[in-house]
């Protein structure tokens, strides 16, 4: 329920609201989603999904479960919930927007809000739980995998923002790695930092390809004891507004 419920609020990002009409009828038949609904709605997802949401892990229920599958049904839906706001034709929908329209949450923004949350204790110079650091994983895992798609229309500007927003990412890393608090947050920041410049390299982009090991999907509902850490469900949930 708690899935379904976000997931009404991520549609919100790139939204429009849709109005039938008939023949003579004037006005458009979709407006976009206003700029600071789009803005609170992604606010309330880096509050309410990606800070950890440990009220969900319940010792009396959870322990009734094979060791590790909290953590792995949390993250999935962490990734997710990134992977669809990252996809294609979300990106297509923000990018429309901003063409027609001055007051407008653009794709730029989005990633600059969802960097902020994701990185804020990389940011702050503080130490990253283990929950945290899956996160922040799977959110340079996802900007890899949308890097390293083909195929694309002439529409599509996914790869533009990725390739970006990983530069931007891993500029952030660099300044902060020789800080980190412990040996373990050094090697955290050292692997993100690998995952990045082997996506933005030509010669290592196939690491990120759909299919690759760590951008899998898994059908959580058939086969709960398949799902880990780097895997999830959310893609069974329609999000269209």
């Given amino acids: 329920q708690w899935v379904r419920e976000l997931s009404h609020v991520l549609a919100i990002v790139g939204g429009h609201d849709y109005h039938n009409k008939h023949l003579g009828q004037p006005g458009a038949i979709a407006k976009p989603a206003p700029a600071a609904l789009q803005r609170r709605a992604v606010a309330l997802i880096n509050q309410q999904l990606f800070q950890t949401p440990h009220w969900l892990n319940e010792p009396a229920i959870t322990e009734r479960f094979p060791i590790g599958m909290f953590q792995g049904l949390t993250l999935g839906t962490q990734r997710g919930a990134l992977r669809m706001l990252l996809d294609r034709p979300r ?102 930092l690998g995952i990045a410049d082997r996506a933005l390299d030509p010669r290592g982009a196939s690491m990120g390809a759909p299919g690759a090991r760590g951008f899998q999907e898994v059908n959580a509902l058939a086969d709960p004891a398949a799902v880990s850490a780097e895997e999830g469900c959310w893609h069974q949930l329609p999000v269209q507004r």
């Fill in 91 to 192: 990106l297509a929908r923000l990018k429309l927007q901003e063409d027609a329209q001055a007051d407008s949450y653009t794709a730029a923004d989005m990633v600059r809000d969802l960097r902020q949350a994701i990185f804020a204790e990389v940011i702050a110079g503080q130490a990253v739980s283990t929950p945290r650091r899956h996160l922040q994983r799977a959110y340079v895992e996802t900007l890899a995998e949308r890097l390293a798609q083909t195929g694309a229309t002439g529409i599509d500007e996914s790869r533009g923002l990725a390739r970006q927003e990983l530069r931007g990412v891993r500029a952030m890393l660099q300044g902060k790695s020789a800080g980190a608090a412990n040996a373990t947050q050094r090697a955290h920041l050292a692997e993100l």
